[in-house]
């Protein structure tokens, strides 16, 4: 159902516990260590923000509608942004956006250590996005990450009551299918990449839940 003031509604739905969890939030990096100590979710299922506390646990799109959520009560715009792999390449990765000083900075959810929070310092989206390229990796250490989107307002899935309905998350998923994305690096860009580097490989799945890595079919030939 449609709302006047959202944030208000949300505060209605919460305890009194989970109303001075999401109150001792005093900037976006307190929001990133909530999300860094919330256990990587692998169900096939979308929490909304008021879910991700009550279950405390996230995959990348719950983390992403949370952190939105978080950064909206501290008077940020709820925006999140998808960055893309090729299709059966890679999973891909939702970044709650926001603006310091014209600047742009990142809070996220991931089952990869390097795929995490960056601060303000991004004077476009494009170099935000970009410096999670050498981060951006599958189980074959291929650097995965070739598209972006642009930001999405979830503002305008609040008649869906995306912070405090599973429905409303799995509206925002299902727009997600739909939005038009934006070339990061060229096809002949692709073809000079390299592997990840081994100890880079592995620092980035510290803590790693196996059970959330994506599936890749067989090695084509010339990776054997």
Same mark, same amino acid.
Request: charged content about 25%; overall charge negative.
């Given at each position: 159902?449609a709302t ?5 509604t949300?505060?209605? @739905?919460l305890?009194g516990?989970?109303?001075r ?8 990096a ?6 860094d ?6 169900e096939? @299922? ?5 879910q ?5 646990q ?7 509608l949370f952190?939105?959520a978080?950064?909206?009560r501290?008077g940020?715009p709820p925006?999140?942004?998808d ?10 990765h939702?970044?709650?956006?926001f603006r ?20 303000a ?5 494009r170099?935000?996005?970009i410096?999670?390229f ?5 189980s074959?250490?291929?650097?995965t990450?070739r598209?972006y989107?642009?930001?999405?307002n979830?503002?305008r899935?609040?008649?869906?009551g995306?912070?405090w309905?599973?429905?409303?998350a799995n509206g925002i998923?299902?727009y997600?299918?739909?939005v038009?994305?934006?070339?990061l690096i060229?096809?002949k860009q692709v073809?000079h990449?390299?592997?990840v580097?081994?100890l ?7 803590g790693?839940?196996p ?9 084509? @030939?010339?990776?054997?």
């Open positions: 159902m006047l003031n959202p944030l208000v949300l505060d209605e @739905k305890s516990a989970e109303k969890l999401l109150d001792g939030f005093r900037n976006p307190d929001i990133q260590a909530y999300l100590e919330t256990p990587y979710s692998t096939h @299922k979308n929490r909304c923000p008021l991700v506390i009550r279950d405390r996230a995959h990348c799109l719950d983390g992403g952190a939105a978080a950064l909206r501290l940020y925006l999140i942004l960055m893309q792999p090729d299709p059966g390449m890679d999973y891909d939702i970044l709650a956006l310091i000083d014209g600047c742009w900075g990142a809070v996220a959810q991931s089952n990869y250590t390097g795929l995490r929070y960056r601060e310092i991004y004077h476009t989206l170099e935000l996005v410096s999670y050498e981060d951006f990796f599958n074959r250490a291929e650097k990450l598209f989107t642009r930001p999405i979830l503002a899935f609040d008649r869906m995306w912070m309905s599973e429905q409303g998923e299902e997600l299918y739909k038009r994305i934006i070339p060229t096809r073809e990449l390299s592997r580097e081994e880079s490989f592995e620092a980035g799945q510290i790693i839940n059970a959330g890595v994506f599936k890749l079919g067989p090695s084509p @030939k010339a990776d054997r």
